[in-house]
């Protein structure tokens, strides 16, 4: 913490700001995580004031992103479940002859409350991105002339993936929940990687190369993604 400020919150024109000190910014961030929490990464010793003046000066940007998280969780109602970037009703089936099935515009569960069917949901949608990704590695690894890589998967909540040359490439599972131009992107970007380290003009020639139309798969995941990052049934 910093100082004499003992409060890791802020508050400015009635909305409630998270601080993040840290020893080694010497500038003032802003972000809104895909929550819709603002967060202000401040450096050690700043003052709230300094903070608020901040936050007010930057009033616009914050209410235009908060604005989008919003819209983006809107996207994913209550009572749905999304699969490839359709959002399909969610059947609570106790008597169902699989755990999970999809058909006629439904996720049938064989469970009888949501609790119980997560795990169900999500131990189907994990083998079903496995499955996906590992397609569509292969596709664009022949197609980007990269070098084979052993896949794996995580769950993540703040990335979607990653690539560690001497490694493994790293994917988060919940990419089967999106659209699946927007998991090929994903992967072109991770693939890109071991062609064009960092995220310089040439590693992004690079997936244009691959990807004519990245940018806008790249807007998409900013502005729709992070909700899909966080959702579970409940």
Not at 23 to 41: D, S
Not at 132 to 141: A, F, G, K
Not at 160 to 176: Q, S, V
Request: net charge positive.
């Amino acid at each position: 913490m910093a100082g004499r400020d003992k409060s890791d919150k802020i508050f400015f024109d009635g909305r409630e700001a998270h601080i993040r000190w840290s020893r080694r910014r010497r500038t003032i961030g802003l972000t809104v995580t895909g929550a819709g929490e603002v967060v202000v990464l401040a450096p050690q010793g700043a003052s709230k004031d300094f903070l608020q003046q901040a936050l007010i000066k930057h009033r616009d940007w914050i209410e235009g992103k908060v604005a989008e998280r919003r819209e983006a969780w809107a996207r994913l109602r209550d009572g749905e479940v999304f699969f490839q970037g359709v959002a399909y009703r969610l059947a609570l089936l106790p008597e169902a002859a699989a755990p999970v099935a999809l058909g006629d515009g439904e996720m049938r569960v064989k469970a009888a409350t949501r609790d119980a069917a997560w795990p169900l949901f999500k131990t189907w949608c994990r083998r079903e991105a496995e499955r996906l990704i590992m397609e569509r590695v292969s596709y664009y690894t022949r197609e980007m002339r990269a070098p084979a890589h052993r896949v794996e998967l995580k769950e993540w909540k703040r990335r979607w993936g990653e690539c560690h040359p001497k490694e493994a490439l790293r994917f988060n599972w919940r990419l089967i929940l999106l659209p699946p131009e927007i998991l090929d992107y994903v992967v072109v970007h991770e693939l890109a990687h071991l062609q064009a380290p960092g995220h310089n003009p040439r590693f992004w020639q690079r997936v244009e190369q691959i990807l004519p139309d990245y940018e806008e798969r790249r807007q998409w995941l900013n502005r729709y993604g992070a909700p899909f990052l966080l959702w579970r049934l409940a």
